[in-house]
């Protein structure tokens, strides 16, 4: 009987794990909405999760299993992933999105201020001074 409770607290386990599996795909998902990146950083971010994804896996299975690769360890991820997506994937990442987009757009509002000033009080006297200097080098 101890051998079945075991094998249903892995199983909990690895159902928690498919579950930090599905935030962490999350996480890249949430990350490729809001910033755009160059092909090469997605196949990057591609690698990394699956290293990451891959990292948690094994670790569950040394940890809680003692190594021992048996079904119920896949069954529990699947399970895990398949929670997680169906039940608060969309919310996370919908969410996530528009906070990001919003601080974004925060951040964006000074340094578009700090470029005016810039533009204003630097680049405009001297591109102004320049532009003199060459009308009367015409003369």
Request: charged content about 15%; some cysteine.
């Amino acid at each position: 009987m101890q051998e079945v409770y075991s094998q249903l607290f892995c199983l909990g386990i690895f159902i928690t794990t498919g579950i930090s599996i599905g935030l962490l795909f999350d996480i890249f998902r949430i990350l490729r909405k809001s910033f755009h990146t160059a092909d090469w950083i997605t196949y990057i971010q591609d690698v990394l999760f699956w290293m990451l994804a891959g990292s948690m896996m094994l670790f569950s299975i040394f940890t809680f299993n003692h190594g021992e690769i048996r079904s119920y360890v896949f069954i529990g991820i699947l399970i895990g992933v398949v929670i997680y997506m169906l039940a608060i994937s969309k919310l996370i990442v919908k969410s996530s999105v528009i906070i990001i987009l919003f601080v974004k757009k925060i951040l964006s509002y000074p340094i578009h201020l700090i470029e005016k000033i810039v533009r204003i009080i630097i680049i405009n006297p001297i591109s102004l001074i320049t532009k003199k200097g060459k009308d009367k080098s015409h003369l």
